[in-house]
Nanobody, 123 residues
Framework: QVQLVESGGGLVQAGDSLRLSCAAS????????MGWFRQAPGKEREFVAN???????YYADSVKGRFSISRDNDKNTVTLRMNSLKPEDTAVYYC?????????????????WGQGTQVTVSS
């Protein structure tokens, strides 16, 4: 059974940092594109960042320079480091795994999803 479990969310103030983790089981992430998406209240889920099997990363413009994604294939985990958080970063953050060719910015490209972790940034 494939599971992606996110952790590390919470309530922080604007300007603070958080580190989200995604632990995978039932699959090996080394060949996967691993992505983070988020969904704010009343909005559609949107792409945040991904890391390809090569280790390259791609970011949404809204988080570029503030967020950093990394992967540890030995531990089967992916981490999203979020700095200089803003109230508009408030959302449920989801980890996802993609085992097909593609850029990996669309949610329909991903095969497996976690349940999400809440991040709330107060002003």
């Amino acid at each position: 059974q494939v599971q992606l479990v996110e952790s590390g969310g919470g309530l922080v103030q604007a300007g603070d940092s958080l580190r989200l983790s995604c632990a995978a089981s039932g699959v090996t992430i080394s060949r996967a594109t691993m992505g983070w998406f988020r969904q704010a209240p009343g909005k559609e889920r949107e792409f945040v960042a991904n890391t390809w099997s090569s280790g390259s990363a791609y970011y949404a413009d809204s988080v570029k320079g503030r967020f950093s994604i990394s992967r540890d294939n030995d531990k089967n985990t992916v981490t999203l480091r979020m700095n200089s958080l803003k109230p508009e970063d408030t959302a449920v953050y989801y980890c996802a795994a993609m085992y097909r060719r593609g850029v990996g910015v669309g949610e329909n490209e991903y095969d497996y999803w976690g349940q999400g972790t809440q991040v709330t940034v107060s002003s």
